[in-house]
DNA sequence: TCTCAGGCACTAT
DNA sequence: ATAGTGCCTGAG
């Protein structure tokens, strides 16, 4: 099926490389991904995302998965004000947070741990060609992220095969307690910020910033903020003079200083501090 | 060959 | 509370 849906203040390419998200794959000016179980190929011409999907695709959800509800100039207003983010605003404009799915989130930033993103994204690939869903979409082949129920019941020794290493435990673990639901990723929609953080905390490998990820990136609580190496970095530089500060310092000043939507200001400077480190 | 990654758990103060 | 240390693996 194919649709388009209007949106300004939209940029797919800071939005879909901006780290947030390990799988989507440009080919042109198309960008292929899955969204739930709908294979997914989007393009943008600076007024409205064509969208093809696999048949059935919720287009309401389509939408909210690429953020286009949200009042962007709006929350510019509120973080612009700050002289390194107004620049990096002015560079990115139009990234979008995404709404991503809760498992596929939480499961993909367990694997994020001390790597990087080159391999993030080939743990995510081979996980998903072995235990995922085969989807075929204009002749392009691409594979669903695996549901919790089929990795809780994966064997170590296969899942260390795809190359998680000693993620294979963690990811495993949090498996098995989504599968059973002894742990309700939705519930954690009822919480607030703070509770819902230290809930997700309570899981194997999710310590504070991945679990500002998933609250981020997936369900739309724009005060988290995840403070990974590079973040600590650029706030030490920016705002401390150098001088360091622990992850959870640094999540305070920011939160503090960017308010409620903390966890855009945090991507903005994020894909900021990244782009000016590889010119250098 | 070697270093180093988008953290976290575990242990010792 | 806070500081130190090891971890699978592969890309550069």
């Known amino acids: 099926m194919k649709f388009s849906l209007p949106v300004s203040d939209f940029n797919l390419e800071h939005t879909l490389e901006c780290g947030q998200a390990f799988r989507w794959e440009k080919s042109g000016s198309f960008y292929t991904g899955v969204i739930g179980d709908a294979a997914v190929k989007v393009s943008f011409d600076g007024r409205k995302l064509a969208v093809e ?6 287009k309401k959800r389509i939408a909210d ?54 391999r993030i994204k080939k743990m995510i ?15 392009t ?3 669903s992220f695996p549901p ?13 095969g795809l190359g998680l290493g000693f993620r294979a435990g963690y990811i495993k673990d ?22 819902a953080k230290e809930r997700l905390m309570t899981l194997k490998g999710v310590g ?6 998933v609250l981020l990136f997936s369900f739309k609580r724009y005060e988290a903020f995840p403070v990974d190496v590079w973040i600590k970095r650029g706030l030490e530089e920016l705002y401390f003079n150098g001088k360091a500060v622990t992850p959870e310092k640094a999540a305070e000043f920011a939160r503090e200083r960017f308010g409620g939507y903390a966890g855009y200001a945090q991507e903005y400077l994020y894909h900021y501090l990244r782009h000016e480190k590889e010119r250098s």
């Open 53 to 58: 999907a696999s048949p059935g695709a919720d």
């Open 65 to 118: 998965y690429f953020g286009l509800n949200e009042d962007l100039p709006r929350i510019y207003k509120k973080i612009g004000g700050d002289p390194n983010i107004k620049k990096a605003i002015k560079k990115y404009r139009g990234l979008r947070i995404l709404n991503q799915d809760r498992w596929e989130c939480l499961a993909s930033f367990i694997l994020s741990s001390y790597t990087n993103i080159p």
């Open 125 to 139: 690939a081979s996980l998903s060609r072995r235990l995922g869903k085969r989807l075929v979409l204009g002749g």
């Open 141 to 143: 082949e691409i594979y």
């Open 148 to 160: 919790a129920g089929k990795i809780a019941k994966a064997g170590m020794k296969e899942l260390k």
């Open 174 to 195: 949090t498996a098995q307690k989504v599968a059973s639901k002894k742990f309700d990723l939705d519930a954690l929609e009822d919480l607030n910020y703070g509770e």
């Open 208 to 213: 504070g910033k991945v679990a500002d990820c």
